[in-house]
């Protein structure tokens, strides 16, 4: 299994090193989308979304967006909260609002992580 990220997103790239603390119940390997394409020949848009590949003997499933994020929590195995969240996903309406919620993170990823490192910098002044 492969998760992919945007290496150029400094957001995504920090998204990335607290997920990777976790255990998950299988491999999954973190890898960025553009090294992917070049190494697979796919041309997947990085900028656009975060990718979960299923890799089976019949062909790879792609999960882009939400539906990547929580195919990726579903796997988690050592924070029950961050698992359960992933299956809320599977409920219909809870779906749309998620992907609603992916949406505008991804709109506004430069400002949430400015906002995150601000809120760090006060906190390791105190």
């Known amino acids: 299994m492969i998760f992919l990220y945007d290496k150029d997103c400094g957001f995504c790239t920090d998204w990335i ?4 603390a976790f255990d998950y119940s299988c491999d999954i390997n973190f890898i960025p989308c553009q090294d992917y394409n070049i190494n697979s020949g796919r041309k997947l ?3 656009s979304s975060s ?3 299923l890799k089976s003997k019949l062909g790879d499933k792609i999960y882009g967006g ?7 929590l579903r796997r ?3 924070n029950r909260l961050l698992k359960y969240f992933g299956y809320l996903y599977l409920i219909p309406p ?3 609002i998620e992907d609603f919620g992916y949406y505008l ?19 390791n002044n105190d």
């Open 94 to 96: 809870i779906n749309y």
């Open 76 to 78: 988690i195995s050592s």
């Open 17 to 20: 090193k607290f997920m990777k």
């Open 66 to 72: 939400a539906a990547g994020v929580n195919h990726l």
């Open 51 to 53: 990718y979960f590949i």
């Open 45 to 47: 848009n990085c900028k």
């Open 105 to 123: 993170v991804k709109n506004n990823r430069r400002r949430l992580r400015k906002i995150y490192k601000k809120a760090n910098t006060h906190k």
